[in-house]
């Protein structure tokens, strides 16, 4: 399993063009000290984007040992002034993916909610943190803005926010409409006292999911 360790300062704005302040760069050091038997190697040693802030290592599922490092560096990170961001994050090794019960889904491409330099691009309308500031991204703000560029490369994209957004799809609306005609069609013939009828209109959604499958089709071929 690879396990990612993300450092950076707060407020939280993406990597810091100048390099890191003397404090992150001792507790980066101190990183790879706690973790030496795994051999951590920090992505990119030049302060040009979020590599920079990442370091990653190759350890065993369920590793008791790790478990325990990350709870150490874990308290050091809490003590460091002025204050630092830390993240950790777990992937599974081609090895482990046949063997996983649940399996998150991959978006390909950048997050369409933070510019260029991973500042996001809506403000935070409440913060979880007084003390660092981290603001509450469990809660998706109105209007939710995002970058026009990403929209016109794929079709789902994913955010900082953890929810994803769908660029819109005339075509797969147009194609659906076969479908939602017909659950339409149910609604309006439904009798409650027609015990007949509901039988039928039951059986009537085997059509409904062949057509659902045909939209399918077709989205899926005109994207070729």
């Known amino acids: 399993m690879r396990l990612r360790i993300t450092l950076g ?8 063009p100048k390099g890191d302040p003397a404090h992150l ?10 973790f030496a038997a795994y051999g951590p190697k920090r992505l990119s040693e030049k302060p040009t984007g979020m590599d920079y802030c990442k370091h990653e290592m190759t350890v065993a599922a369920d590793d008791p040992a790790v478990e325990k490092l990350l709870e ?45 330099k991973g500042k996001p691009t809506n403000a935070a309308e409440s913060v979880l943190c007084t003390a660092c500031g981290f603001p509450d991204i469990g ?13 016109k490369k794929q079709d789902v994209l994913a955010t900082s926010r953890g929810v994803l957004v769908v660029r819109p799809d005339a075509l797969a609306l ?14 309006v013939r439904a009798d409650p006292d027609d015990g007949d009828l509901a039988l039928r209109l039951f059986r009537s959604n085997r059509s409904c999911g062949f ?9 899926g071929l005109s994207a070729r």
Do not use: I
Not at 25 to 34: G, I, M, W
Not at 139 to 151: I, S
């Open 9 to 16: 300062e707060l407020p939280w704005e993406g990597w810091n």
């Open 25 to 34: 760069t001792k507790l980066r050091q101190r990183l790879h000290e706690l």
């Open 72 to 116: 150490a560096f874990d308290k050091e990170v809490r003590k460091v002034k002025p204050n630092v961001a830390g993240m950790v994050e777990a992937e599974l090794s081609p090895d482990e993916v046949p063997r996983a019960r649940w399996l998150e889904r991959p978006v390909l491409g950048d997050r369409v909610d933070v510019d260029a």
């Open 139 to 151: 809660r998706v703000p109105e209007p939710f803005r995002v970058a026009k560029a990403a929209l």
């Open 174 to 187: 147009l194609s659906l409409a076969p479908a939602a005609l017909h659950l339409a069609t149910q609604v």
């Open 211 to 219: 057509l659902v499958f045909l939209a399918m089709l077709v989205v």
